[in-house]
């Protein structure tokens, strides 16, 4: 009976212990059938001044090539045209009036403590899910090198890079003396890119892929390049592949133009005085060092998207690479963020990977960075989140259709614009009480021509109208699932700087 008992507990032992020693494997993602990988690249401040995108002039051959690997969407926006609103949009699935984040220095626990982010639901998946560099919102550049406003329950672990751009800070050019990531400042650097922080965070990335691949470990690895976000730091070598001469400078608009616009529409285009009406050598000069340093970052792209082919992680990695929002380089007469135009709400986004399409281009569909989330779960295998608000795009990456959503939206402090295949709608104040713009891109993608008050579109207004309303009213909708959210949550207030040129 007693030796009966021992076989029975040895039986025991040798089921669990069995069943333990394949959870052990699971967990550590070490079988043969294994879901995809993600590799996620965001850039900050990145516009789609980029070949793939049709621009002539710069040069950034690692993110075209991305591109002809996978799908680019052409009609790709923000939900908030600032880094902090918009990352937390991202990581979230949701849109802001639901994070309850409308400003920059605000941690995302404060208004959704209970959310599962992204990096998160890997990890309840038995993914790695890894940090480097800026995902959630940094003072660029004065928190280079600390983990800033991050969310420490998004990660497993977690890097924190910094170089000669922020060691380095009392060299760069500026607007405004001492004032480096608010307003325009750029350098043309010396040294190698492994100096840059950017470069730092290529290498942390690529040495994590080797051993992901050795160890055959699943992973969620974001790399959150910061830049081209100011200060414009990149090696002096990108700034010699742009001549002054090749830069074309946008006008700058008339006085009539900018009386068509409603007053917010006019305050956000000139909100910082030092940037207004620069003379165009030194507007030239601006431009040079964007282009520098997104040729930059697209090099530090190619370096880690070389190592993800020579590990041979590709055949089973989806890779994902946008930026937080558009940007504007003099276009409105307006440089930096902040408005409700084309050129601070659009972005790039490319998606690659061995199951998805090869060199689509989707230009009129209108996708969302909320998107992201859902679209990742989606093609992992992964359930979304009940109270995630984004529609997964993978019946396009699959080409089983054109179109998830028919716009996209994007807010600003008390405006509300949508993007459609063809049309911009913006609405200011509520109700509209502080007026309309609209844009037909089919004849105006400068959106240089505000028809709202042109009576031969004044059935497209109402008929936009209507639908820019529901889109308010679905994004201010109480997720299922979320829990708590804490409205009224004041941005910390940032220190004055207080380092000066060394002695």
């Known amino acids: 009976m007693r030796f009966h008992s021992i076989l029975i507990f040895l039986s025991f032992l040798a089921f669990y212990g069995c069943n333990l020693e394949k959870q052990k494997v699971k967990g550590n993602q070490t079988t043969s059938d294994k879901s995809p990988n993600v590799l996620f690249i965001i850039a900050d401040d ?38 902090g609103p918009s990352r937390a949009s991202m990581m979230t699935g949701l849109y802001p009036d639901q994070t309850k984040i409308f400003e920059n220095r605000i941690y995302l626990r404060q208004t959704i403590p209970y959310v599962t982010t992204i990096g998160q639901r890997f990890r309840q998946e038995g993914y790695n899910s890894v940090r480097i560099g800026k995902i959630y919102h940094y003072d660029n550049p004065s ?68 051993k992901f691949a050795k160890n055959k470990q699943q992973f969620f690895l974001a790399v959150g390049l910061y830049r081209p976000h100011t200060p414009f730091v990149a090696p002096k070598k990108y700034f010699d592949w742009y001549p002054l001469d090749s830069i074309k400078l946008p006008k700058n608009p008339g006085q009539e133009y900018i009386e068509s616009l409603p007053v917010p529409a006019r305050r956000s ?64 007469g307006h440089w930096q963020k902040m408005t409700l135009f084309d050129n601070a709400t659009r972005i790039p986004l490319i998606i690659a990977g061995p199951t998805i399409q090869k060199g689509l ?23 979304t989140p009940q109270f995630v608000s984004g529609k997964s795009l993978v019946s396009i990456l699959d080409g089983s259709t054109g179109i998830i959503r028919k716009s996209a939206l994007t807010q600003m402090k008390n405006g509300y614009s949508i993007k459609t295949d063809r049309y911009r709608l913006t609405r200011w104040g509520s109700n509209g009480a502080d007026g309309y713009e609209l844009y037909d891109h089919l004849s105006d993608k400068s959106e240089m021509f505000n028809l709202a008050e042109d009576e031969n579109y004044g059935w497209l207004l109402d008929s936009l109208s209507i639908v820019l309303d529901q889109r308010i009213a679905s994004a201010n909708s109480i997720p299922r699932g979320l829990g708590m959210q804490i409205e009224g949550v004041k941005a910390m207030r940032k220190p004055p700087p207080i380092h000066s040129a060394p002695k």
């Open 361 to 383: 281009k989707v230009d009129d569909s209108p996708v969302e960075l909320v998107d992201i989330y859902p679209t990742l779960m989606d093609l992992v295998g992964i359930k």
């Open 143 to 210: 928190s280079i090198g600390t983990s800033s406003f991050d969310d420490v329950y998004t990660w497993d672990f977690t890097f924190n890079p910094y170089g000669r751009d922020k060691k380095e800070e009392y060299k760069i050019n500026t607007l405004v003396p001492r004032q480096y990531g608010g307003t325009l400042s750029w350098l043309a650097a010396e040294g190698t890119d492994d100096q840059q922080t950017d470069g730092i965070s290529a290498n942390i990335a690529s040495d994590l892929l080797t």
């Open 269 to 332: 285009i000139k909100a910082q005085a030092a940037q207004i009406d620069l003379d165009d050598d030194i507007s030239q000069e601006i431009i040079q060092a964007y282009y520098a340093t997104t040729s930059f970052i697209d090099e530090q792209i190619n370096q880690i998207i070389t190592t993800l082919k020579k590990t041979g992680l590709d055949k089973n990695t989806i890779v994902v690479f946008t930026s937080d929002h558009g940007y504007h380089l003099r276009e409105h």
């Open 46 to 83: 990145l516009n789609c001044d980029l070949g793939t995108y049709g621009h002539k002039l710069v040069k950034s051959p690692a993110i075209d090539s991305l591109a002809n690997n996978g799908v680019q969407f052409g009609n790709a926006h923000s939900q908030f045209p600032l880094c």
